[in-house]
């Protein structure tokens, strides 16, 4: 971990644990919806496979999305959220909605 990492999470070992939300989960956590572009260089990829995982043994729902073509910023519609250049390869409008109409009902 470099240096601005470490100011933001804390000097050591035990304090980046904490940072992370998967020292957190519990089988009662709200159901989670992740989206991960695979093209993403600022989170590893592994994290959100691993954080699913990880919310499915507790028991929690959990529902991973993977954009193949799309990085670490994009809204639901484009690949390039400030200029709405670049259509992202799937729509996530209706993944999001249905996700929260399921669990809002």
């Known amino acids: 971990m470099n240096e601005?990492?470490?100011?933001?999470?804390?000097?050591?070992?035990?304090?980046?644990?904490?940072?992370?939300?998967?020292?957190?989960?519990r089988r009662d956590?709200?159901?989670?919806?992740?989206?991960?572009?695979?093209?993403d260089t600022t989170v590893d990829r592994d994290q959100s496979q691993l954080l699913a995982d990880a919310l499915r043994k507790a028991g929690a729902e959990v529902e991973l999305v993977w954009l193949q073509k799309a990085g670490h910023s994009f809204s639901l519609r484009y690949e390039k959220p400030k200029d709405q250049k670049g259509p992202l390869e799937k729509n996530l409008e209706p993944v999001v909605l249905n996700f929260l109409k399921k669990h809002l009902r």
């Open 4 to 25: 601005e990492d470490k100011a933001v999470f804390g000097p050591n070992e035990q304090d980046w644990k904490k940072a992370s939300p998967i020292s957190h989960i």
């Open 29 to 39: 956590v709200p159901p989670t919806l992740i989206v991960h572009g695979k093209k």
